[in-house]
T-cell receptor, first 115, second 108 residues
Framework: DAGVTQSPTHLIKTRGQHVTLRCSPI?????VSWYQQVLGQGPQFIFQ???????GRGNFPDRFSARQFPNYSSELNVNALLLGDSALYLC??????????????FGPGTRLTVL | AQRVTQPEKLLSVFKGAPVELKCNYS??????LFWYVQYSRQRLQLLLR??SRESIKGFTADLNKGETSFHLKKPFAQEEDSAMYYC??????????FGTGTRLQVFP
């Protein structure tokens, strides 16, 4: 298993545009979480999905949305891009939604630059 | 408020020296605490968690509920320990709350 995969690796957009980021979890993992990591900061939680349902949402505007597909892959969508959306977007997968020992495995991230 | 604080952005030591990366947290309840590490050009990965009480790559961390701390320690640093280290907290959901990270540089 290649682990969590994300696409694309890098992306450059201009203000006002829309972007879709994709994530494939580890085989057998049903939960996917998205994090935003701005340069110099730690990852910040955006969403968690489990069994195609949203299970958690961080403090992000409605321009951010996500969904999970029947094969447990996930997309993160960001509308009306702002310069401040420039960041590394991380996807993490885990077996379940909570509980001790429920380790999250991170993907390599998608580097989004908004000009 | 739920918060993780890592006061040092950069910690530089020489090979063989002891290392302590500080982490303090704020959480009303009984959180799980983790240390994640990111080596150069690699993805974020779990180093250790407080419930495991194990030593990984010579690193240990003890949860001190009285001081709300979860400092990461290693008695003898190695050059390959150079990386970015993040302390993280998990409450009653799967959401991880990360600190801002500490870059550890180990010089030969």
């Amino acid at each position: 298993d290649a682990g969590v995969t994300q696409s694309p690796t890098h992306l450059i957009k201009t203000r006002g545009q829309h972007v879709t980021l994709r994530c494939s979890p580890i085989s057998g993992h049903k939960s996917v979480s998205w994090y935003q990591q701005v340069l110099g900061q730690g990852p910040q939680f955006i969403f968690q999905y489990y069994e195609k349902e949203e299970r958690g949402r961080g403090n992000f505007p409605d321009r951010f949305s996500a969904r999970q597909f029947p094969n447990y892959s996930s997309e993160l969508n960001v509308n009306a891009l702002l310069l401040g959306d420039s960041a590394l977007y991380l996807c993490a997968s885990s077996l379940a939604t909570s509980g001790s020992g429920n380790e999250q495995f991170f993907g390599p991230g998608t580097r989004l630059t908004v000009l | 408020a739920q918060r993780v604080t890592q006061p040092e952005k950069l910690l530089s030591v020489f090979k063989g020296a002891p290392v302590e990366l500080k982490c303090n947290y704020s959480y009303s309840g009984s959180p799980e605490l983790f240390w994640y590490v990111q080596y150069s050009r690699q993805r974020l990965q779990l180093l250790l968690r407080h419930i495991s009480r194990e030593s990984i790559k010579g690193f240990t961390a003890d949860l001190n509920k009285g001081e709300t701390s979860f400092h990461l320690k290693k008695p003898f640093a190695q050059e390959e320990d150079s990386a970015m280290y993040y302390c993280a907290l998990r409450g009653n959901t799967d959401k991880l709350i990360f600190g801002t990270g500490t870059r550890l540089q180990v010089f030969p």
